[in-house]
């Protein structure tokens, strides 16, 4: 069966097993963890005492259980957000899982009052691994080549790029350019 927080796959088996070990804490826990692991997402780190603490009570392996339910949750949130799944849709799909209603009623309400704040964090995160902060670009007549200084991290590097690499990552980037036109004109 596809669902949509999945992005239109199946749902992963580790996932099935967890809906299982969530449905053991009361829905009320499960949202207040939810919350939790939703703070932690929007600013990291999750913030495992407060999750332990929630989970202290529960007849659950706290080590064990409590590590499983916050990847579960951590899933779920983010795959919801990532697919742009209405959180009325998410609802019904975690019921047909077996999660209990009144718990897919719990992550629905914190999807419902975080899905702003996740996704503007997804989207700064998104296709960045280091920030290029400054740049500069000489030409070294003697050598024939371009030298590139890089400012990333607060660290500079120095790239020299010979004629024929800057002549291929300028076809490159003029093919992806294209493709980009094409794809906002199919859109």
Same mark, same amino acid.
């Given at each position: 069966?596809?669902?949509?927080?999945?992005?239109?796959?199946?749902?992963?088996?580790?996932? !099935?097993?967890?809906? %299982?070990?969530?449905?053991?804490l009361s829905s009320i826990k499960l949202k207040l963890l939810a919350q939790t692991?939703?703070?932690?997402? $929007?600013?990291?780190p999750i913030d495992i005492q407060k999750a332990e603490k929630l989970f202290s009570?529960? =007849?659950?392996?706290?080590?064990?259980?409590? =590590?499983?339910?916050?990847?579960? $949750?951590?899933?779920?949130?983010?795959?919801?957000?990532?697919? &742009?799944?209405?959180? &009325?849709?998410?609802? %019904?799909?975690?019921?047909?899982l077996g999660l209990p209603r009144e718990h897919s009623t719990s992550l629905k309400?914190?999807?419902?009052?975080?899905?702003?704040?996740?996704?503007?964090?997804?989207?700064?995160?998104?296709?960045?691994?280091?920030? !290029?902060?400054?740049?500069?670009?000489?030409?070294?007549?003697?050598? =024939?080549?371009?030298? !590139?200084?890089?400012?990333?991290?607060?660290? $500079?590097?120095?790239?020299?790029?010979?004629?024929? @690499? @800057? %002549?291929? @990552?300028?076809? %490159?980037?003029?093919?992806?350019?294209?493709?980009?036109?094409? !794809? =906002?004109?199919?859109?």
């Open positions: 069966m596809k669902f949509r927080f999945c992005g239109e796959a199946d749902c992963p088996d580790w996932v !099935l097993v967890e809906i %299982n070990t969530l449905s053991r692991v939703t703070q932690g997402l $929007i600013n990291p009570e529960s =007849k659950l392996d706290a080590d064990i259980d409590l =590590k499983a339910c916050i990847a579960c $949750i951590s899933y779920i949130l983010t795959s919801a957000t990532r697919f &742009n799944c209405d959180s &009325n849709a998410l609802q %019904n799909e975690l019921q047909q309400r914190v999807i419902d009052d975080q899905v702003g704040a996740l996704t503007e964090k997804f989207r700064q995160a998104s296709l960045r691994v280091n920030a !290029l902060e400054h740049f500069s670009a000489s030409v070294d007549q003697e050598l =024939k080549c371009a030298i !590139l200084d890089l400012k990333i991290d607060g660290e $500079i590097q120095q790239v020299t790029v010979t004629p024929h @690499l @800057l %002549n291929v @990552l300028l076809e %490159n980037l003029e093919e992806v350019r294209k493709t980009m036109v094409e !794809l =906002k004109e199919a859109s």
